[in-house]
């Protein structure tokens, strides 16, 4: 290689190693915003049955491991589109920063409601928990796997717990 070509190397290896040390600080304060979507299952009732889960959420961070979040999520439709189930969930999440990737855990409360045909709904609210990986990506994009349990769902006599393994994007403000 030429001289001139290894400073240019030189040069982009120490400004990309700049760049992502940059970005994963960036990513420990302040607004962040994302989308995710994956299988949701429900778990304790038979038959079980699944569908394609999607949430848009939005967070702040408090502190550097301490976020609150928002989201909208859509739960799917089950046992042949009877049951469409949806809601916002409102969460505390702790993260572990570790470089260019970040541990999380959550907990909080989902405001759900259960659409059923022929005109019937119920809602409620119950808790929730999870946890996840995000793996930052860019300047301020990371990409995150997570999986969450929505408890207590469905209608008032029958509850139900539904499982959403999802990937998504996410990104800091």
């Known amino acids: 290689m030429k001289p001139k070509h290894n ?5 982009f290896l120490i400004t990309t190693l700049l760049w992502s040390t940059t970005s994963s600080a960036a990513s420990l304060l302040g607004i962040y915003a994302g989308v995710s979507a ?16 999607a949430k848009v959420y939005a ?8 976020a ?3 989201a909208q999520v859509d739960l799917g439709k089950y046992y042949s589109d009877a049951i ?4 916002t969930s409102v969460d505390a999440v702790l993260y572990l920063p ?3 990737v970040n541990v999380f855990a959550k907990a909080g409360l989902f405001n759900w409601n259960a ?18 990986v995000e793996y930052n990506l860019l300047l301020n994009i990371d990409f995150r796997l997570e999986w969450e349990t929505y408890t207590d769902v469905m209608d008032t006599t029958t509850t139900t717990d539904i499982t959403v393994l999802s990937a998504g994007v996410n990104i800091a403000f």
């Open 115 to 132: 659409d059923y045909t022929g005109g019937l709904t119920e809602s409620g609210t119950s808790s929730k928990f999870g946890f996840g």
């Open 84 to 87: 469409a189930i949806d809601g």
């Open 98 to 100: 570790a470089g260019l």
């Open 7 to 11: 400073t240019l190397l030189g040069i």
């Open 68 to 70: 609150v979040e928002v």
């Open 59 to 66: 967070g702040y961070r408090i502190l550097g491991p301490i």
């Open 38 to 53: 994956g299988k949701a299952e429900i778990v304790d009732l038979t038959p079980t049955d699944d569908d394609t889960a």
